[in-house]
Each structure stands twice: as structure tokens, then as C-alpha cells.
């Protein structure tokens, strides 16, 4: 089993910037992809942005120049640096892991962009 618990979301004002982070415990192998996905009220859950255990990432076209993920393998941990943030960006974020056909789940996170 996985746990995952993510942090660091907030209220931010338009153009402002924000870090989330999730740390994975549990059953982790060492291949594996972690990544953030979003929901909005009345939206289908979207992929914001993924990295693989072998550190290659890929993004959603609407956050690519904004967006950076990046992990760190020894702690298990995804990271999401949230730069030049819109009101379009206001979601909960997700953090999943996928590994050997299972994918898992954290309990999400608030962002809000709003002045």
C-alpha cells in the first residue's frame, strides 16, 4: 500500500506563485511516476503535470512555462513550483503515483487564484 499527503496549497493573488509538495511512503518501487493532477468545480479531473523515476516530465499545455515539476527520489517526494498563476489555475490538486499497473491517490489540496 501507498500513502501519499500533499501540501502547500493556499489562496494566492493573480501572477503570484505557490509550491506543492507530496510525499509518497509505503510500498514504493524504485520505478515509478509521480505527478499532480487537478479538478475543478464541475470539470473532469486533468493532468497538470507528471515526472518519472528517471526524472522526465511532461506537462499540460496549459501550465508549460509556468509550471515545474521535479522530485526527489531520496525522500520520495514530488514537488509542484507554481509560477505566474491565473484564476483558471484555481482547482484542488491531486498527487498520484503509478507503478506496476496500480496508481494511488493523495487526499488533495486547495488552490485558489483570486484577488
Known amino acids: 500500500q501507498v500513502q501519499l499527503v500533499e501540501s502547500g496549497g493556499g489562496l494566492v493573488q493573480p501572477g503570484g506563485s505557490l509550491r506543492l509538495s507530496c510525499a509518497a511512503s509505503?510500498?514504493?518501487?524504485?520505478?515509478?511516476?509521480m505527478g499532480w493532477y487537478r479538478q475543478a468545480p464541475a470539470n473532469q479531473r486533468e493532468l497538470v503535470a507528471a515526472?518519472?523515476?528517471?526524472?522526465?516530465?511532461n506537462y499540460a499545455d496549459s501550465v508549460k512555462g509556468r509550471f515545474t515539476i521535479t522530485r526527489d527520489n531520496a525522500k520520495n517526494t514530488v514537488y509542484l513550483q507554481m509560477n505566474s498563476l491565473k484564476p483558471e489555475d484555481t482547482a484542488v490538486y491531486y498527487c498520484?503515483?503509478?507503478?506496476?499497473?496500480?496508481?494511488?491517490w493523495g487526499q488533495g489540496t486547495q488552490v485558489t487564484v483570486s484577488s
Open positions: 509505503g510500498s514504493i518501487g524504485a520505478i515509478n511516476t
Open positions: 515526472v518519472t523515476s528517471g526524472s522526465s516530465a
Open positions: 498520484r503515483l503509478r507503478q506496476q499497473g496500480w496508481g494511488f
